[in-house]
């Protein structure tokens, strides 16, 4: 069993930035990809980056690509979301997950409830 806990979001202006934490407890992120998600009001929730757990390697939405970076601390069994050029558009509920899956939500077997970025214009 693995528990998730998102923290850093906020309130930021256009152009801003935040980092967002997903802390695991129960298990490590050992054998496990972890991915953002998003969810805004009103639409579906979609997928915004992962980071493989054996290579590292790391997926981005189109969306985000070149403004958000994934990274994690193994030491510290966190995961991170560094998201600069903030616009409004980013604004939702993101929430991490972990899983074997990359993209797709249907891979994610563990889920943490979501942390709040708001952007204003």
């Given at each position: 069993?693995?528990?998730?806990?998102?923290?850093?979001?906020?309130?930021?202006?256009?152009?801003?930035?935040?980092?967002?934490?997903?802390?695991?407890?129960?298990r490590t992120f050992s054998n496990y990809n972890t991915g953002w998600f998003r969810?805004?009001?009103?639409?579906?929730?979609?997928?915004?980056?992962?980071?493989?757990?054996?290579?590292?390697?790391?997926?981005?939405?189109?969306?985000?690509?070149?403004?958000?970076?994934?990274?994690?601390?193994?030491?510290?069994?966190?995961?991170?979301?560094?998201?600069?050029?903030?616009?409004?558009?980013?604004?939702?509920?993101?929430h991490c997950a972990v899983g074997v899956g990359l993209r797709v939500e249907s891979?994610?077997?563990?889920?943490?409830?979501?942390?709040?970025?708001?952007?204003?214009?």
């Amino acid at each position: 069993q693995v528990q998730l806990v998102e923290s850093g979001g906020g309130l930021v202006q256009a152009g801003g930035s935040l980092r967002l934490s997903c802390a695991a407890s129960g298990r490590t992120f050992s054998n496990y990809n972890t991915g953002w998600f998003r969810q805004a009001p009103g639409k579906e929730r979609e997928f915004v980056a992962a980071i493989r757990w054996y290579s590292g390697s790391t997926y981005y939405a189109d969306s985000v690509k070149g403004r958000f970076t994934i990274s994690r601390d193994n030491a510290k069994n966190t995961v991170y979301l560094q998201m600069n050029s903030l616009k409004p558009e980013d604004t939702a509920v993101y929430h991490c997950a972990v899983g074997v899956g990359l993209r797709v939500e249907s891979g994610y077997d563990y889920w943490g409830q979501g942390t709040q970025v708001t952007v204003s214009s």
